[in-house]
T-cell receptor, first 112, second 114 residues
Framework: QQQVKQSPQSLIVQKGGISIINCAYE??????FPWYQQFPGKGPALLIA?????SEKKEGRFTISFNKSAKQFSLHIMDSQPGDSATYFC???????????FGQGTELSVKP | DGGITQSPKYLFRKEGQNVTLSCEQN?????MYWYRQDPGQGLRLIYY???????QKGDIAEGYSVSREKKESFPLTVTSAQKNPTAFYLC?????????????FGAGSRLTVL
């Protein structure tokens, strides 16, 4: 009930391509779904987040797609750049007093 | 310079020794968290504290201890009872007043057991 499953574990994309990372959750009480970006040797930082009342949220080249019925959400990085190379974590929680449950992480490498 | 300060950044420990990782914040956030990061396993919650003098076990608390005597500080002790302590440790804070579960992370401490 508390798990968040993330795939793929690693991803290699050419510069200018689209990077897609998928996550699935089990607990239907979750109502907050953020993505964190982590560069080597640094702590994760919030990238973008979505709530289940919308099916998509876009911020620049980053888009979250949310499918409530399938209990899945994904991160799309358009026009991927070498500077996007990082580890990405999805997460889920209940807004009120819930702890964030993180996925296993995806190591993205964007080749020039 | 606001934020979260974790120290030391790198730490080496011999088996059987306890070590304490420091986490200090000047964000005035109520809640503080400790996560452990291992390759392919994501971020796993060790302990968290929502107010001073109170803390709760996370998913992998065995072999760890914490204290929360001040709002600004949440040190983590990795004891000799932790069987596989080599990992990257992350401290985070949460501003409960902000409503959303936005965690702010420190830069981490990498512990290596020799």
């Amino acid at each position: 009930q508390q798990q968040v499953k993330q795939s793929p574990q690693s991803l290699i994309v050419q510069k200018g391509g689209i990077s897609i990372i998928n996550c699935a959750y089990e607990n239907t009480a979750f109502d907050y779904f953020p993505w964190y970006q982590q560069f080597p040797g640094k702590g994760p930082a919030l990238l973008i987040a979505i709530r289940p009342d919308v099916s998509e949220k876009k911020e620049g080249r980053f888009t979250i797609s949310f499918n409530k019925s399938a209990k899945q959400f994904s991160l799309h990085i358009m026009d991927s750049q070498p500077g996007d190379s990082a580890t990405y974590f999805c997460a889920a929680s209940k807004t009120q007093g819930g702890k964030l449950i993180f996925g296993q992480g995806t190591e993205l490498s964007v080749k020039p | 310079d606001g934020g979260i300060t974790q120290s030391p950044k790198y730490l080496f420990r011999k088996e059987g020794q306890n070590v304490t990782l420091s986490c200090e914040q000047n964000l005035n956030h109520d809640a503080m968290y400790w996560y452990r990061q291992d390759p392919g396993q994501g971020l796993r919650l060790i302990y968290y504290s929502q107010i001073v003098n109170d803390f709760q076990k996370g998913d992998i608390a065995e072999g760890y201890s914490v204290s929360r005597e001040k709002k600004e500080s949440f040190p983590l002790t990795v004891t000799s009872a932790q069987k596989n302590p080599t990992a990257f440790y992350l401290c985070a804070t949460w501003d409960r007043g902000a409503g959303a579960n936005v965690l702010t992370f420190g830069a981490g401490s990498r512990l290596t057991v020799l």
